[in-house]
């Protein structure tokens, strides 16, 4: 029997009958509206944008909603991302997201908003499962015990028979009568904890209403149907009313006296199913050949692989777990929500709660999977519960809850070790953390909601997302292909494959959920013995040490694929430093432990006592930032399309990016370094300073169209971002000539024009005109102008490449000129680079108008800057902000410069200069 992995048509059925069903009459539409309406204007809006954090870390998804009220949040690791949020209903929020997520955000692109959408019910951008629930499942957040029940309640395939649940609300209770029975289709269903009514609570906390209402009519429109687990002191009635206004047709309440009998009322709504006639055995009877496909059959109807070898089939199966503290259970959600088995709770006795041995006689069972070691469920307990159902029982334990989560892994999901990285390569994971028990437990919360995620994932067959691993400064970055085409090489399971391509999915298909303590900075032993046993790196991988070496022996199949691990829980539960162990562990060690942390700095202050005018950063060879210009910079600079206003960076002033992304009028543009080959050569081909950033310029916008600042950023290849730079780029706030001043008859001295010799030298010309033809313009102010004087100082590098010597010390320029108009004077200062090619030397660099009597008559005084390293930074873009100072001290803004020299004949006395400054006034008084 093939069991299939999604039955479409019984899915569109479903989907057929619940449309047909909310068509009816007039009547129902109008009830339905109104309710909608005033659950809108009963909860205030918290999606208003707050300034985020300057401190170092990962950008944030633009498009959600960001607030000290619910701000869930996204962050990448090179073979891991981090789901979380402030807290555990934030964190819920971001589950939900990420379920539905479908982009490639923030390992394909820099841009997580779906082509620039700014709003929550319409992005899709980042990355997730790609799926839509058609219910949502609410529970209390202060006890772990409704949801471990709930759990199970989520439908990862779409061909469960689906619970039968008595609905207690309904937005048209004339046709969805309260109290009538329902079937609910619980496909993909999150769990969603919000704030108990033992707390006080009476509605939903605002991140719980917020996926709530994504799911409902934002991202998704699927969800109709919403089930709260627990009784009223759980969740409170009036939840009902607010899921109905929000615009959910049908809430149903599934509950018991207790939480042993909660846990039996959903077993009961679930119900149990024999293994199906004709099903000869599991859908992959084998582990140990390079793959494990799990297979769905019937409710209730598991896979158990007591070894790598053999597989059966175990029919009518429920969970019996321990209800009080679930340190077990909660690694157990993937499996109970993929296979529909329900969670009966145990108290810890050697007696069984009345509620779970009266389900255990009144439902059909066959087969008690027993989750926890002896300390948790007694034997006595356990003996109770198979007289009661006349069952086998399995118990399913390690050590501690870390080692049950592995063993979970390996006899429900397949994931038993071959020692080969190979035989798991792109496959997938999810981390959770768990410490403690009762009043001080750690971690449950994210848990519980992580079981239908990875169960969903299971059901989907999601392997690793495509990303490209760090460094990124290397010839060609490793990169890790999950379900596209790969070159030949092995197939992912070992096999070799010569002169074709194949198609990598994951080899094991389920999504297991494994332990970690809550806090601690290392994986438990037994966790970190299992993953890298999993995915071990072959010898002849090892040997590729070099990241070059290794990114072809990735490509070529020499490598595995690395897997993937989702964790959910922000860093008090989560650290960084495990998060950093697990991520190198899926790629047998072989891939960085660290996401990069990219740089990009700003324009620097001038210093007259610096040899090149300018003062040095620290890391960064010429101290010259990023700016803005509206001036072309080739041939010095590398290129991006366009002609407009550009974002440049100097050398040296962006490292570890895979992108830069410069963006204003609400509009984005991006380029990926690495494809531009930024990193290696110059724009005129020759490597300077390899692995380093070349000069290069971003195109942002048609000249003379940008109305406001421009916040720059670089993003590394797991989606953290350097702090933004704001860079003013204001048309109507424009230092600029209408063209080029040309100038011949310079005084000069020093090194002849027309060399450029290795071991170095310097030229200065001093050129002066009168008045020119072009004009100056201020704003929208234009000028005459009387006279120019520019003093050019030339330094040539003192280094060439070569194989010994891979980088190169560049001709680099600074300059001070001086323009006068009708209106009073111009005065600045310029740094950059020179190249000389064919009897020309072209200077291109930024440009600083640092004092004027004609400026300071329309702007007044120069600002201070705000500090010696220029304004506060600025985390992501969209962020509100006042219009700082680029950071040029004492100055009144900071742009392009273009210069050309001619060399017309032997020695410097008839050389011609052709020049152009230019500057964006960011000073903050106000013309």
């Known amino acids: ?124 951008g980042w990355w997730g499962l790609g799926v839509c629930p058609k219910a949502i499942i609410v529970t209390a957040g202060d006890s772990p015990a409704d949801a471990l029940a709930a759990a199970a309640l989520s439908d990862s395939t779409g061909r469960s028979t689906e619970p039968y649940l008595r609905r207690s609300s309904a937005a048209d209770p004339l046709f969805d009568p309260p109290g009538g029975f329902a079937r609910v289709d619980t496909f993909a269903a999150p769990i969603l904890l919000t704030p108990s009514a033992r707390s006080g609570a009476s509605a939903l906390a605002v991140p719980v209403r917020l996926a709530a209402q994504d799911l409902r009519s934002g991202g998704c429109n699927t969800a109709r149907q919403a089930i709260i687990v627990g009784g009223p002191a759980a969740v409170a009635p009036q939840v009902e009313a607010e899921l109905v206004s929000i615009g959910y047709a049908e809430v149903f309440r599934v509950s018991g006296a207790t939480r042993f009998g909660t846990a039996a009322a959903v077993a009961s709504a679930l119900g149990t199913a024999p293994v199906p006639s004709g099903a000869s055995g599991c859908a992959d009877p084998s582990a140990a050949d390079g793959t494990a496909t799990m297979g769905f059959w019937a409710n209730s ?4 692989r007591e070894s790598p070898e053999e597989c059966r089939l175990l029919g ?14 909660i690694a157990a959600g993937w499996w109970t929500s993929f296979w529909q088995v329900p969670v009966l709770l145990h108290d810890g006795s ?31 307990a356990v003996r109770a519960a198979a007289r009661l159902a006349r069952a086998n029982t399995i118990r399913v334990s390690g050590s501690d809850r870390y080692a049950t989560s592995v063993a979970m892994a390996e006899r429900l999901g397949g994931w038993w070790p071959t020692g080969s990285g190979h035989d798991f390569a792109s496959s997938m994971l999810c981390v959770v953390a768990s410490s403690g028990s009762g009043r001080g437990a ?101 040997s590729q040490a070099d990241p070059v070496a290794y990114a072809k022996a990735l490509a070529n199949g020499v490598c595995p694929m690395p897997g993937f691990a989702v964790a959910f829980g922000g860093d008090s539960v989560i650290t960084p430093g495990l998060l950093g162990e697990l991520s190198a562990a899926l790629g047998g060690n072989m891939t960085s432990s660290q996401p990069n942390e990219p740089v990009l700095i700003g324009a620097q202050t001038p210093d007259p006592f610096s040899p090149y005018g300018v003062q040095a950063t620290p890391g960064v060879e010429f101290g010259v930032g990023s700016f803005a210009t509206s001036l072309s910079m080739a041939p010095v600079f590398h290129y991006d399309d366009g002609d407009g206003v550009q974002m440049c960076m100097p050398r040296g002033t962006f490292a570890d990016a895979r992108w830069l992304v410069a963006e204003t009028n609400g509009t984005a543009a991006a380029v990926e370094v690495p494809q531009k080959g930024w990193y290696l050569a110059d724009a005129d081909g020759v490597a300077r300073s390899v692995g380093k950033g070349a000069p290069a310029c971003v195109d942002v916008g048609e000249t ?76 929208n102010r234009a000028e005459s102008i009387v006279d120019t004087r520019i003093v050019l100082h030339l330094y040539r590098g003192t280094a060439v ?20 108009t009708e209106r009073g004077t111009l005065i600045g200062t310029a740094h950059g680079e020179a190249l000389l090619s064919a ?37 992501g873009a969209g962020t509100p902000f006042d219009p700082l100072r680029v950071g040029t001290s004492d100055a009144y803004g900071a742009g392009g410069f273009s210069a050309t020299l001619t060399v017309n004949s032997a020695g410097t006395a008839d050389d011609t200069l052709s020049w152009r400054p230019e500057a964006y006034i960011n000073t903050l008084t106000a013309p």
């Open 442 to 542: 750690r971690g449950w919360a994210d848990a519980l909601g992580a079981g239908p995620w990875c169960g969903a994932a299971t059901g989907a067959a999601v392997g690793a997302p495509t990303r490209m691993l760090p460094p990124v400064n290397v010839a060609q970055p490793a990169v890790v292909t999950a379900a596209g085409l790969a070159a030949a090489g092995t197939d992912g399971a070992g096999a070799a494959k010569t002169g074709e391509q194949v198609r990598h999915r994951p080899t094991r298909d389920a999504v297991p959920v494994l332990l970690v303590p809550a806090g601690a900075d290392r994986l438990p032993d037994s966790v970190a013995a299992f993953l890298l046993d999993a995915f071990a790196a072959s010898e002849l991988c090892e």
């Open 316 to 329: 009518r199966t429920v969970v019996l777990t321990d209800g009080i503290d679930g340190v077990d259970a």
């Open 839 to 875: 009897g020309v030397w072209h200077l291109r660099g930024a440009a600083v108008l640092t004092m004027g009597t004609w400026a300071s008559a329309v702007y007044g005084p120069p600002s201070p800057a705000i500090s010696d390293e220029g304004p506060p930074p600025i985390r």
């Open 704 to 779: 003379g169209t940008l109305a406001a600042p421009l916040l720059a950023r670089a993003v590394g290849p797991s989606g953290v971002a350097s702090d933004s730079l704001m860079l003013v780029a204001d048309a109507s706030r424009h230092f600029a000539l209408t063209g080029p001043i040309s100038a011949n008859e310079p005084s000069t001295i020093g090194t002849p024009s027309e060399v450029d010799p290795p071991e170095g030298g310097h030229t200065r010309w001093l050129f002066q005109t009168g008045a020119v033809t072009d004009r100056a313009m201020l704003g």
């Open 301 to 304: 109807v598991v896979e158990w």
């Open 1 to 124: 029997m093939n069991p299939g992995r999604w039955a479409l048509s019984a899915q569109r059925r479903r989907s057929a009958d619940l449309e047909a069903r909310h068509r009816r009459g007039s009547f129902r539409r109008a009830v339905a509206a109104f309710l909608l309406f005033a659950g809108v204007l009963a909860v205030a809006s918290v999606s208003a944008a707050e300034p985020r954090s300057v401190a170092a870390g990962p950008v944030a998804p633009t498009q959600w909603p960001s607030s000290f009220l619910a701000a869930p949040q996204i962050e990448g690791w090179p073979n891991a991302l981090r789901i979380f949020g402030g807290d555990r209903y934030q964190t819920s929020l971001a589950s939900a997201l990420v379920m539905r997520g479908q982009g490639d955000f923030p390992f394909e692109t820099s841009d997580p908003s779906s082509g620039g959408v700014r709003s929550l019910s319409q992005a899709n």
């Open 801 to 820: 490449a070569s194989a010994s010597s891979p980088s190169a010390v560049p001709d680099m320029f600074t300059a001070n000129w001086h323009i006068r």
């Open 350 to 380: 050697d007696e069984l709660p009345t509620e779970t041995a009266t389900a255990l006689s009144l439902l059909e069972v066959d087969n008690i999977i027993v989750v926890g070691g002896l300390e948790r469920l007694s034997q006595p």
